[in-house]
């Protein structure tokens, strides 16, 4: 259903480009109650971006990295961030993105991907979809040690882990990354069938 009709947009001041774009927009906009609202909102557009869970289903394991975000650690997170292998698409489709950031950054070279949905991950005011996959892989699909882009100050770190351990990482707050989550509670769902036992992590 589009909501084009109840949207005007009256002003939009760009108050930075230095990284990404960051926009403050005043817009008036069409009340259920048939009144026009006049509001404002500042919206960061750094792109859109995709997201991988690998998964080994036969050893019940997932690939996974660790990395510094300064992000997080400014607000309390005094340790480096466990994240799925993630990257913004840059003009690219998203499967081609994530084929080669996950190279990039964990050296695994990965076969045949599947995109199983994809997300606004905070709409109140980033502008960002991401594209959620998962692919299966094989200890000897690692093609390098990966790493990530020294240039871009990327210092990554690979992880294999029990899609048990994962979950369970989830429910002590050691993975604490959005995206993640939601990957991780996907596969428990869908690719490791047994961890439903593990359902106090599903939920948390």
């Not at 001041?13 to 109650?33: E, G, H, M, N």
């Not at 991950?121 to 892989?137: A, D, K, N, Q």
């Not at 882990?161 to 050691?174: N, R």
Request: charged share 25%; aromatic share 10%.
């Amino acid at each position: 259903m589009s909501i084009a009709h109840r949207v005007r947009v009256e002003d939009v001041a760009v108050l930075s480009d230095d990284w990404y774009v960051l926009k403050k927009t005043t817009f008036s906009f069409l009340r259920s109650d048939g009144t026009w609202q006049r509001q404002s909102r500042e919206t960061y557009d750094r792109g859109n971006g995709a997201v991988i869970l690998l998964y080994d289903p036969q050893r019940r394991t997932v690939i996974l990295t660790r990395q510094f975000r300064y992000p997080a650690f400014v607000n309390g997170h005094d340790d480096l961030l466990i994240e799925a292998p993630a990257g913004l698409l840059d003009n690219a489709e998203p499967e081609a993105r994530i084929r080669a950031e996950t190279e990039e950054e964990t050296g695994f070279r990965v076969g045949q991907v599947r995109q199983i949905f994809d997300a606004f991950m905070s709409p109140g005011s980033v502008t960002e979809r991401l594209h959620f996959f998962v692919g299966e892989y094989q200890p000897d699909d690692r093609a390098s040690a990966g790493g990530g882009n020294e240039a871009e100050g990327e210092d990554i770190g690979v992880l294999e882990i029990g899609i048990d351990e994962a979950l369970s990482m989830v429910g002590s707050g050691a993975i604490r990354d959005g995206k993640t989550i939601m990957l991780l509670q996907y596969a428990a769902l869908n690719l490791f069938r047994s961890s439903w036992r593990n359902e106090e992590y599903l939920t948390c």
